[in-house]
């Protein structure tokens, strides 16, 4: 019978961080930044709190570095959405719908925790500016892919951007204490068919 090969020191560590920033982004969606502390992250991951502090010496680094790791599986999930629409697997609406989705969903909430503590937080905002920053390039970067080939200008493409993900953001933030599907509904419904039409106006100068 073959034995597991043991694992290395190295391994070990990574492993240990992959399950702090886990139960991090967790806590941070079930919770709320202002309840959880480091003790109950280390209980969530299944470490010591030795070993929290260890990897991530404050709660602001934790959260900061979580975040990141965040966002960057939300930038590889929207990649994958591009490459989806590239194979004609996915419409301008079904992108939209996507959009939606995740902007009301774990990535929101998660959002409105750490911007919420980083406006009194000094040093979590510090650690984060430069994150969301490359987040939002990322998210540019993707949406001009997906806008490549189409006639609009790139101020075109950088107001829809942005005109997007703030009206999904709005939107996600009423979905707080206003459970009305049909109400989101006819508001996305409302935003595809003005994106179509500045396609369509832009195709047409």
């Not at 001009?144 to 829809?160: I, K, M, Q």
Request: hydrophobic share 40%; glycine share 4%.
């Amino acid at each position: 019978m073959r034995s597991t090969p043991r694992r290395t020191q190295e391994e070990r560590s990574a492993e240990t961080r992959r399950k702090l920033i886990q139960a991090t982004i967790d806590a941070l969606d079930e919770r709320g930044y202002a309840r959880i502390t480091t003790v109950e992250i280390a209980r969530r991951a299944g470490v010591s709190r030795g070993a929290l502090m260890h990897h991530f010496s404050t709660k602001e680094e934790l959260v900061s570095t979580s975040v990141e790791k965040h966002l960057e599986e939300s930038t590889t999930e929207i990649r994958e959405f591009l490459d989806m629409a590239r194979n004609g697997e996915m419409s301008l609406d079904t992108f939209l719908d996507r959009l939606w989705q995740m902007y009301s969903g774990k990535l929101l909430f998660v959002t409105l925790e750490h911007i919420t503590e980083a406006r009194h937080n000094a040093p979590l905002r510090e650690n984060l500016i430069p994150v969301v920053r490359r987040f939002h390039a990322a998210l540019d970067a993707t949406w001009r892919e997906f806008f490549r080939g189409t006639a609009l200008s790139e101020d075109d493409v950088e107001t829809v951007l942005n005109a997007s993900t703030c009206m999904f953001r709005g939107m996600g933030v009423q979905t707080i204490l206003r459970t009305d599907a049909a109400y989101y509904d006819r508001l996305l419904r409302h935003w595809k068919a003005h994106v179509h039409n500045l396609v369509a106006l832009a195709s047409a100068r």
